[in-house]
């Protein structure tokens, strides 16, 4: 059969958002040929994410990966996006970089005989970050350094402080496809993002935070009064914080976060909160060879490290806490279940607990590539994050939709706003 006739369809479209699915067909193919399918991607880093699949044409000479099951590769089985979430860097250790949302990433698939190997096809799917009418507006006003991302029209629209994991930079990603959802987020940087500080803070000031709200919340086109705020690790303890001292917030989403406040003080007016410190001798090593720190922090729950955990008692906004039961950042799970613990004892309801058996540590937007390893900015050495991909992934689809309804609930002109706590 001419390899003219043999195509791949990507459906709907070649484009696409990057938080959606494409339905993946090859067309053309002899009946019951043997095909094997392959996925690439170079991310800003340069960094090639790859993935493969084999699969048996139809009768009529068809795979569809929808319904076609993949016979070994990457992943087995009927997965429709398995091309897609099943990607793994070629440098070990790599997480999947996005800095510029302007353009799409994209994702090349190829179509080789199962026999000889030779490319039959190939097709490029354009996975983009921002809608038609989106305006991305870089932001150095006074102290405040990050990217606020207004859905197109004249609003307003409900207003949503991202805050970035560990090792500095920021989330424009995930806050550009939130901001597709018609929030009006902004992407804060807090450390090691242009004229920030490089090195991680001696403490953090919650007075900057208080600016990045304010400045959201007097935006013309930013609903108030509540905003919301979306962490994941690190940041998670510095939402908790934020959410508890500083008023005006109405929803806080933490993803694989901490209780207490960890690593570096926090500071807000003449109030310090010290930070729970990490025990390095109890980090371990797997037989990867790889460090493993989930057990390094000592439990922030006992009498001598009181000081450390967040008040979040005081908090009148509502929380999501979402877990990754396979977590080997830290114990996310029983962070969670601590803090649920500690609202339900004051009388509170304030609060979701989601958990996510055999997903890893950065939960992120739909389809992003699992990173079960990489390099931890405190540590300064390459660490196990956990998770199995395909588990990672379908909690990945699942919390995003959450996060989505979350907001949505909670910040409307109904939404109750919080007073500070100091």
């Known amino acids: 059969m001419a390899h003219s006739q043999i195509r791949i369809k990507l459906l709907p479209h070649l484009r696409c958002f990057f938080d959606k699915p494409v339905q993946v067909k090859v067309q053309g193919l002899a009946p019951h040929q043997r095909v094997e399918l392959r996925s690439r991607l170079v ?80 097709e490029t799917n354009e996975r983009g970050y921002m809608t038609e009418g989106m305006r991305r507006i870089p932001l150095q006003e006074d102290r405040i350094r990050g990217v606020l991302f207004l859905p197109p029209g004249k609003g307003p629209f409900p207003g949503v402080l991202d805050l970035p994991p560990l090792g500095g930079g920021l989330s424009e990603a995930r806050a ?40 959201l919340r007097r935006h013309p086109q930013v609903q108030g009064p509540g905003m919301g705020i979306l962490s994941i690790s690190k940041s998670g303890d510095l939402a908790l914080s934020i959410s508890t001292f500083l008023p005006g917030i109405s929803a806080t989403v933490l993803i694989n976060t901490c209780i207490a406040n960890v690593i570096t003080p926090v500071r807000h007016k003449d109030f310090v909160l010290p930070p729970l410190i990490p025990i390095l001798k109890n980090t371990t090593i797997t037989e990867s060879g790889l460090l493993d720190i989930r057990d390094i922090f000592p439990d922030p729950m006992l009498k001598e490290n009181q000081a450390t955990v967040i008040p979040i008692q005081h908090a009148s906004c509502s929380f999501l806490f979402a877990a990754s039961e396979d977590d080997r950042n830290w114990n996310s799970t029983l962070y969670a279940e601590n803090a649920a613990a500690r609202l339900r004892s004051h009388g509170k309801q304030n609060f979701q607990v989601v958990k996510y058996p055999k997903a890893g540590h950065f939960l992120e937007v739909p389809y992003l590539p699992h990173c079960p390893s990489g390099f931890h900015a405190v540590m300064g050495s390459v660490v196990v994050f956990g998770g199995e991909p395909k588990a990672h992934c379908q909690a990945q689809l699942d919390l995003w939709v959450r996060i989505q309804e979350f907001f949505r609930k909670h910040l409307d002109n109904k939404s109750s706003v919080q007073k500070a706590m100091l």
């Open 43 to 122: 991310d800003d880093r340069k960094v090639v994410f790859k993935a493969s699949a084999l699969y048996t044409a139809d009768e009529t000479g068809l795979v569809d990966v929808c319904r076609s099951p993949s016979l070994g590769g990457s992943y087995t089985g009927v997965e429709p996006m398995g091309l897609f979430w099943a990607m793994a860097p070629e440098t070990p250790h790599s997480k999947l970089l996005k800095k510029n949302v302007l353009s799409p990433t994209l994702v090349t698939i190829d179509a080789l005989s199962g026999d000889t190997g030779e490319v039959l096809a190939s």
């Open 176 to 215: 550009s496809l939130l901001a597709n959802k018609g929030f009006a987020v902004l992407a804060l940087a807090y450390y090691g993002y242009q004229d920030l500080p490089k090195p991680f803070p001696k403490h953090f000031d919650l007075e900057y935070f208080e600016e990045a709200l304010d400045f």
